[in-house]
């Protein structure tokens, strides 16, 4: 029995890095490809909805995620310089009313890895949540320089169908949207990683005497 639970544990631990892998990874790897590919299914030469096609795109979109996501860490510093200037804080100090937007410092490291693993060390459950919102900022990072990257590709000889389609102007709203939605996701990141630490050292610091004094009353 302990074998099996000590299983289960394993696996639980497994899904939060699996969720970030498919999500953050997959998830924008695979619409590259086939924006990529849209109009020239001859290179791969294999036969429409095979599973040897599938496993194809899926691996390889996992592959190009994996590259992207060696940017998205720009972003995430990007977003960081752009929070810790005067005109942002005053900005956001009068939407939230507060002073100090963030309760720790370290929140807006530049030197902090794209992913803390410091609340899942504290705490499983709130360390899959913070996975979660990570994944999802990824994925919009990712996203967006996959956009980014048809366009480059488009100009530079190789035309991609879906891109040299498209007007001007419209490529420059769908950027648009996307640079805004990484902003939104890196934000609501920061911040959901700022409260998770605050809450989950506020309870550790509060020692036992002091919750069973809490529920006496």
């Known amino acids: 029995m302990a074998e099996e639970a000590l299983s289960g544990k394993d696996i639980a631990g497994l899904i939060p890095n699996i969720y970030y892998d498919l999500i953050a990874r997959v998830s924008a790897g695979v619409p590259f490809l086939i924006f990529l590919f849209w109009d020239k299914k001859e290179i791969l030469k294999l036969p429409d909805n095979s599973p040897a096609t599938v496993l194809l795109v ?3 979109g996992y592959l190009v995620g994996i590259i992207f996501s060696s940017c998205a860490g ?3 510093g990007a977003t960081k310089l752009a929070l810790k200037t005067k005109l942002a804080l005053k900005l956001i100090s009068k939407i939230m009313h507060r002073t100090n937007i963030f309760s720790h410092k370290s929140t807006l490291d530049l030197n902090s890895p794209l992913v803390d693993d410091a609340v899942g060390i504290m705490n499983r459950e709130a360390g899959a949540t913070l996975t979660k919102v990570a ?3 990824v994925l919009c990072e990712n996203l967006f320089i996959g956009f980014i990257m ?3 590709i488009n100009y530079s000889g190789y035309p991609v169908k879906v891109i040299s389609a498209a007007k001007t102007e419209f490529l420059l709203v769908i950027g ?3 640079l805004l939605v990484v ?3 890196n934000m609501v990141y920061l911040f959901r990683h700022d409260r998770l630490l605050t809450l989950l050292r506020d309870l550790k610091n509060r020692s ?3 919750i069973s004094d809490t529920k006496m009353n």
Request: glycine share 4%; no cysteine; proline share 5%.
């Open 183 to 185: 902003v939104h996701r």
């Open 74 to 76: 720009i972003l995430l």
């Open 58 to 60: 899926v691996f390889g």
């Open 135 to 137: 994944a999802e900022s």
């Open 208 to 210: 036992p005497s002091k």
């Open 176 to 178: 648009a949207i996307l």
């Open 150 to 152: 048809l366009i480059v």
